[in-house]
């Protein structure tokens, strides 16, 4: 004998296991209705399927009864009083399921709502995380124009000091003078002089009164715009500390193998470690002639190998660092990272080098863009030095050659007093603000307004374009492998590289 299973409620069940479950009430109801109905036929059994034939009876008392082929009125009713009965089930099982479809959909409306709810929800505390960046920056003006006033009024009080000490001894030899007139006759004149200094020492007296007054006034003022200002960064603190709670990492080091030889035969770079007959892109040990071993990503998938030194495709990395970071270099060769200053120094110092630039917009079209390359070392805040060679890429207004490497928390590009590496994000050769940064933050759709363009990873053509990014990859192989037509290029340009 078949076990029947318990049934449960509807709503203690996810949308998975509630359709899972709805299919077993089925199969058991289809189960009793089909039982019933063998049931039935097997009591109703049609003569005409039923009945044998016997051997004749003489009977010569009766006369003989004629059998019926048809089954009776009474089995005939019943049979049709449990077809009804199996349709009725069948109509209120199809009423049941619809209700319950109905109430799964309606579940997956309300989850789609609230996911929806909670998506602009994070999008409002974002802008008023952007508003509160703003206020603060405004906030930090005000105070370094606030501290100057006060520096201004320190001044004054203390050379009005210096005049209250000079009257007070003024007004002593006035006295002393006053005691020795007393002892003879006192003229007009000098009863006149007198009176005038006194006049004069009561004005200044006033003077000193309005001033202390309007030290304290300021003394306030500067009170509570400090009181504003650390109010603001404790509340900008707290907001991003959710999104930058976690450390980003380094790029790993290089492993000292245990015999010198081994470093001795590292490449130069990756296009060396190509000419070896290396054909697989990927994490390499490489060592320049003037610098430590260290770990590099090997792009092998052109006619050339290329050390990448900057890459973003997913917006998984934090690119707005301090200038340490940019200096030692930071985050996943298997993911987004930036080489580092330093290494990317040591591989161009060993001769001419071309930067490869490959950008991929919102509607996966790919430009590229080719440049000569020099990069200064870190007396000279690693200044870069650029000569466009060829590219579908257009060159960028203000192109950033002769300009220094700028952070968040070392700007060495200040236009008119405007911070540009603190006003957006990132860091790069900064130009002109917001020209071109492949290092600024990472949307995760096209950016909509032009602030945030600028803001994020852009490529600017002209002076009213915002060329928004989606991905990036720039990488340096040595000028010498790229062939003749790009080094008759740079030898006729040759003088703008020092």
């Avoid at 190509?274 to 697989?280: L, N």
Wanted: proline fraction near 5%.
């Amino acid at each position: 004998m078949q076990t029947i299973k318990p049934w449960i409620p509807c709503a203690s069940l996810s949308s998975h296991e509630e359709m899972c479950h709805l299919g077993h009430r089925t199969k058991h109801n289809m189960r009793i209705t089909l039982t019933a109905f063998m049931f039935v036929l097997a009591v109703v059994c049609v003569p005409v399927f039923c009945d044998q034939e016997e051997p004749p009876v003489l009977d010569l008392g009766t006369p003989p009864e004629t059998r019926s082929r048809f089954a009776l009125l009474d089995d005939v009713r019943l049979l049709a009083n449990g077809l009804l009965q199996l349709g009725q089930s069948m109509r209120d099982f199809v009423q049941r399921t619809k209700g319950q479809i109905n109430d799964i959909f309606k579940r997956l409306n309300i989850f789609d709502r609230s996911f929806y709810q909670l998506s602009a929800l994070a999008n409002e505390i974002k802008e008023e995380e952007e508003e509160l960046k703003k206020t603060t920056v405004a906030l930090k003006a005000n105070n370094e124009e606030i501290k100057g006033l006060s520096e201004e009024i320190s001044s004054k009080m203390d050379s009005i000091l210096q005049e209250k000490s000079g009257l007070q001894s003024k007004v002593e030899g006035l006295e002393e003078k006053l005691g020795q007139l007393s002892l003879g006759l006192m003229t007009t004149a000098q009863a006149a002089e007198i009176n005038s200094l006194r006049n004069v020492i009561h004005s200044q007296e006033q003077s000193i009164r309005e001033l202390l007054k309007a030290m304290k006034e300021q003394s306030e003022q500067l009170s509570l715009q400090q009181m504003k200002i650390k109010a603001l960064d404790e509340q900008l603190t707290a907001n991003m500390l959710p999104f930058f709670s976690s450390e980003v990492p380094t790029l790993p080091p290089y492993q000292t193998p245990a015999s010198p030889s081994s470093t001795m035969n590292l490449p130069s770079d990756c296009s060396e470690l190509f000419d070896r007959g290396e054909r697989a892109s990927g994490v390499y040990a490489v060592k320049p002639s003037s610098s430590k071993p260290f770990m590099a990503f090997c792009d092998m998938s052109g006619d050339r190998g290329e050390t990448v030194i900057q890459r973003r495709m997913n917006g998984t990395m934090n690119f707005n660092q301090p200038w340490e970071r940019y200096e030692n270099g930071f985050g996943d060769f298997q993911g987004e990272f930036w080489l580092g200053l330093q290494k990317i120094h040591s591989l161009t110092s060993q001769g001419n080098f071309m930067l490869h630039i490959q950008l991929e917009d919102w509607n996966q079209n790919k430009f590229f863009t080719l440049y000569r390359f020099y990069l200064d070392g870190p007396e000279s805040n690693y200044t870069i030095h650029l000569m466009h060679l060829s590219g579908n890429l257009p060159d960028p207004i203000n192109n950033p050659t002769g300009m220094m490497f700028s952070t968040k928390d070392t700007d060495y590009y200040n236009q008119q007093d405007f911070k540009c590496a603190h006003r957006l994000s990132g860091g790069w050769w900064l130009s002109a603000c917001g020209d071109t940064n492949p290092n600024g933050v990472y949307f995760h759709m096209r950016p909509k307004g032009r602030s945030e363009c600028r803001r994020g990873i852009q490529w600017r053509s002209s002076a009213k374009a915002c060329f928004s990014v989606k991905s990036t990859q720039i990488s340096i192989s040595p000028l010498m492998s790229v062939g003749s037509t790009f080094l008759t290029a740079a030898s006729s340009d040759s003088h703008v590289f020092s």
